[in-house]
């Protein structure tokens, strides 16, 4: 069975541009989770998705946002890009039966 | 508020060690409990879950924890350590019902000397 999948692996952008980052969830999950993990931040949540509605909000502003398709894939959009956006973002999956969160091995972003 | 603290940002253990990560919690209700290991560069796995039930449970790589109500803590344990063990270690409380997002805590880095 596949895991969570996370594309790019890399992604290199510059302040005030935006960048899409995207999820694909293990087969028969359909929550869609993204974290957030900064140096010296941690591991913090961003945003939960279920069944193609955002469920829960972290504590991050509007430039950050997403989406969930129908087949339960999902996309992260961070726009007008800040230093301090440079992270790993992790994107895990869950289903409805079992309250257990999946990662994929994350997405690095990094802000020049 | 929730929370989770682990208090040890760094621990250093030799092979064949035994090894304890501490993890306190706060959350007014029935917690679900979760270690996860990030080994570098790498997403997050699972070790092991507490939900309800037996307070000792067994994970994966011979990872255990307890759960102690009483003391709001749920301690990572391995009797005998292994090199491939080296990581950074998170402790993570399940909010909102269903679970619908996970508060961690800072991590533990663990280094293994031979």
């Known amino acids: 069975e596949a895991g969570v999948t996370q594309s790019p692996t890399h992604l290199i952008k510059t302040r005030g541009q935006q960048a899409t980052l995207r999820c694909s969830p293990i087969s028969g999950h359909t929550s869609v989770y993204w974290y957030q993990q900064a140096l010296g931040l941690g591991l913090q949540f961003l945003l939960w998705?279920?069944?193609?509605?955002?469920?829960n909000r972290g504590n991050f502003p509007p430039r950050f946002s997403g989406r969930q398709f129908p087949n339960y894939s999902s996309e992260l959009n961070v726009n007008a890009l800040e230093l301090e956006d440079s992270a790993l973002y992790l994107c895990?999956?869950?289903?409805?039966?079992?309250?257990?969160?999946?990662f994929g091995a994350g997405t690095r972003l990094s802000v020049l | 508020a929730q929370s989770v603290t682990q208090p040890d940002i760094h621990i250093t253990v030799s092979e064949g060690a035994s090894l304890e990560l501490r993890c306190n919690y706060s959350?007014?209700?029935?917690?679900?409990l979760f270690w996860y290991v990030q080994s570098p560069g790498q997403g997050l796995q699972l070790l092991l879950k507490y939900f309800s039930g037996d307070t000792l449970v067994q994970g994966i790589k011979g990872f255990e924890a307890e759960f102690k109500r009483s003391q709001s803590s749920f301690n990572l344990r391995k009797p005998s350590v292994h090199w491939s063990d080296a990581a950074e270690y998170f402790c993570a409380v399940g909010v909102g019902g269903a679970t619908n997002k996970l508060i961690f805590g800072t991590g533990t880095l663990l280094a293994v000397q031979p």
């Open positions: 998705y279920d069944e193609g509605e955002e469920r």
């Open positions: 895990a999956s869950k289903s409805l039966a079992k309250n257990i969160q999946y």
């Open positions: 959350y007014g209700a029935t917690p679900y």
